[in-house]
């Protein structure tokens, strides 16, 4: 790999909008309700699956509908905040998936929770896109990294409260009022985004280079996406990793309950303590060095992911293998770690290869890729459980293991091939104030 060339000296010095921070703490606040909303029927499932009358099948089809239905809207939404205000895009997404969630709380059967899973979905797919456009214009090359990686310290945060005090309301008042409260919290902070968030004027893009400073069609800016090979070795790499982590986040709290015999609130703070507080090391660790490698390598960002993934691997394999509870919170803090050196880097190996003014739609199109095309295991397992074929679920933490793996492969074959044609320069302009 050859050191990175040509970084203009003011980009190095200048570190990116004003209030740059205060913007991040803003979309960190937003991402922590997305999150909790988005994950906390993984804490619930017991009384949410006895009371509602649910087979395995119908219980894991209600979060297969929701990463499809998620995946699919962002092939359009994630293009609306290339072209549209942020701020308007994140405010609304925000306030009607918040209504879809509270909503949820009131289904009476499979088909309500169903049908509210698919609206939440919906209206939360438009938010992510909106964000890491606002990101990359708020921060530059050299420190987007550490400031992504502080950005998602809000989803271990917010799994830790929904697992902890998602679990344990469930556990003591119903499954209902953990979702009564959890919703009201979601529209106190959109409240607060309305108030104090700014539209911050977009960046880095080239007047006649690429896609130009207002960007172009969807059909356009779509195929300016597709045509990067770096971009869809990428995309392929994030469907596996992803559907490996969320999918794991999903069967440990029922794991945990079956094997061990853990009640909600057990179960839940074992599933996500240890691997949240490995998540935290992370992301802190993993966004600075990116940084730092990124200055002298172009594969420095994709390296850092590349071992992080190597990290969590054997972990997996650990907990496929172990009934010690000690050695799966050692192994689950380990492989917490590895995913988000991983994931604390996506948005910017992403960034570095996309055209900046596709920087939200193809965002929006990772995570197409990735529920598409890789949230069918829930269905699968639902499926063998009810059939008795998966009757120990370290059977599907093996496979997770397996999954990685390729995922690895791809990324190392992104630095060693594609990388050197793909990789984007900084554009020589003056950053916004």
């Known amino acids: 790999m050859q050191p990175l060339q040509g970084v203009p000296k003011h980009l190095a010095r200048n570190p990116g909008a004003r209030d740059r921070w205060f913007v991040l703490s803003l979309l960190f606040v937003n991402y922590f309700v997305l999150y909790a909303h988005r994950f906390l029927v993984n804490y619930i499932q017991v009384p949410l699956q006895e009371d509602l009358g649910l087979s395995e099948l119908q219980l894991n089809a209600t979060t297969w509908a929701f990463h499809v239905t998620y995946a699919l809207a962002q092939l359009f939404v994630g293009y609306l905040s290339d072209r549209f205000?942020?701020?308007?895009?994140?405010?609304?997404?925000?306030?009607?998936?918040?209504?879809?969630?509270?909503?949820?709380g009131l289904a009476q059967g499979f088909y309500d929770m169903f049908a509210?899973?698919?609206?939440?979905?919906?209206?939360?797919?438009?938010?992510?896109?909106?964000?890491?456009?606002i990101m990359a214009d708020c921060f530059v090359?050299?420190?987007?990294?550490?400031?992504?990686?502080?950005?998602?310290?809000?989803?271990?945060?917010?799994?830790?409260?929904?697992?902890?005090?998602?679990?344990?309301?469930?556990?003591?008042?119903?499954?209902?009022?953990?979702?009564?409260?959890?919703?009201?919290?979601?529209?106190?902070?959109?409240?607060?985004?309305?108030?104090?968030?700014?539209?911050?004027?977009?960046?880095?893009?080239?007047?006649?280079?690429?896609?130009g400073v207002e960007g172009a069609s969807l059909s356009r800016t779509l195929l300016t996406v597709l045509s990067v090979r770096s971009f869809l070795l990428l995309a392929l790499a994030y469907l596996m990793a992803s559907n490996v982590s969320q999918q794991l986040a999903y069967f440990l709290p029922r794991y945990f309950s079956e094997r061990f015999g853990m009640d909600l609130q057990e179960s839940g703070a074992m599933a996500t303590i240890a691997p949240q507080i490995g998540t935290v090391i992370g992301l802190l660790s993993g966004g600075a060095l990116a940084d730092l490698l990124a200055r002298r390598w172009p594969g420095g960002r994709f390296v850092v992911q590349i071992g992080g993934l190597c990290l969590a691997i054997p972990a997996i394999y650990?907990?496929?293998?172990?009934?010690?509870?000690?050695?799966?919170?050692?192994?689950?803090?380990?492989?917490?770690?590895?995913?988000?050196?991983?994931?604390?880097?996506?948005?910017?190996?992403?960034?570095?290869?996309?055209?900046?003014?596709?920087?939200?739609?193809?965002?929006?199109?990772?995570?197409?890729?990735?529920?598409?095309?890789?949230?069918?295991?829930?269905?699968?397992?639902?499926?063998?459980?009810?059939?008795?074929?998966?009757?120990?679920?370290?059977?599907?933490f093996f496979t997770f293991a397996c999954v990685l793996?390729?995922?690895?492969?791809?990324?190392?074959?992104?630095?060693?091939?594609?990388?050197?044609?793909?990789?984007q320069s900084p554009v020589n302009e003056s950053l916004s104030e």
């Open 141 to 211: 090359q050299q420190n987007r990294s550490r400031a992504v990686s502080i950005y998602l310290l809000s989803s271990p945060f917010s799994l830790i409260v929904a697992g902890a005090a998602g679990g344990a309301l469930a556990e003591n008042f119903g499954w209902r009022v953990s979702i009564a409260c959890f919703g009201a919290g979601g529209f106190v902070v959109v409240c607060v985004i309305a108030l104090l968030l700014r539209e911050p004027e977009r960046t880095e893009r080239a007047e006649k280079k690429g896609l």
């Open 318 to 396: 650990l907990i496929s293998f172990t009934d010690s509870t000690s050695v799966i919170l050692c192994a689950l803090f380990v492989s917490g770690i590895g995913f988000w050196l991983y994931f604390s880097n996506l948005w910017t190996t992403t960034f570095d290869v996309v055209d900046p003014a596709a920087r939200s739609t193809a965002i929006g199109l990772l995570n197409v890729a990735a529920g598409v095309f890789g949230s069918w295991p829930y269905l699968v397992v639902g499926k063998l459980r009810d059939d008795g074929v998966i009757t120990d679920l370290r059977t599907v």
């Open 85 to 104: 205000s942020r701020r308007t895009v994140l405010i609304s997404a925000l306030a009607a998936s918040t209504i879809a969630f509270s909503a949820m």
């Open 405 to 423: 793996i390729a995922s690895a492969v791809i990324l190392l074959i992104i630095v060693q091939v594609t990388l050197r044609k793909d990789l």
């Open 116 to 133: 509210l899973r698919v609206a939440l979905a919906a209206t939360q797919a438009a938010s992510v896109p909106a964000i890491a456009g």
